[in-house]
């Protein structure tokens, strides 16, 4: 038996075995509901026998190989995964012996009259069952999708209750790096020497100074002497 189980376990056949079930449980319910409605029909209720049958098959196969997943990934998954992954596996054993039970009272409904009365409720028995299927697959999406379980990205799914705090977020992504830009210092440059032709032409060229004229002064000039008598 271990030694079947290491064989199967590579292949990961839970997901496909799943859906199958979950396909023929929901269609032998659904064909079994159309043929209450033209009971004239009865290759309707064979066919919706014969699905119900396989349906069952697929849900004990699914539990088994579901629980061989379980084992295999139970260590890698944190505690809130684990909490539904337990619930998951839990309510898969249940719908397994359900579906055992319903399709063993859906052969007795076949095959003997007086059971025909029962039909009513072995229908809302079964739809019932297909809702809680519904939620059985709604269970493992979470697991899945949420926290990756059976996937390569299991080791790192977030915890969505923890995902939500920023500190928790900073804490899992690690250290920011800072990157420190240094600021350009100014620079003192010197003006550039200004020519002095330019400097002068600038200011205005000086004037010359002209020297100041001599003023001649001007000397009274001597009396005439007077003419000798």
Known sequence: ??????????????????????????????????A??????????YTALLL?????????????????EADRIWDALGQPAKD?????????????????VLAVWRILIQAFGFMAGSRGIYLIFALVAIVLL????????????????????????????EAASPQAASTAAGPIPTVSVP???????APPPVPAASASTSMGSPKPVSAPTPVPSVQPSAAPSGASM
């Open 1 to 34: 038996m271990d030694a079947a189980l290491k064989f199967l376990e590579p292949y990961q056949l839970h997901p496909v075995v799943d859906h199958f079930s979950m396909a023929l449980l929901i269609v032998a319910v659904l064909i079994d509901l159309v």
């Open 36 to 45: 209450s409605a033209a009971p004239n029909r009865t290759w309707l209720r």
């Open 52 to 68: 119900m049958i396989l349906g069952a098959i697929a849900a004990g196969a699914s539990y088994f190989t579901g629980d061989m």
């Open 84 to 100: 539904v992954l337990s619930r998951h596996a839990k309510l898969g054993e249940y719908l397994a012996i359900i579906f055992g």
């Open 134 to 161: 519904g939620y059985q697959g709604h269970l493992g999406g979470i697991l899945v999708f949420d926290y990756g379980a059976g996937t390569a990205l299991m080791a790192a799914a977030p915890v969505p209750s």
């Open 183 to 189: 600021t350009p210092q100014p620079t003192a440059s």
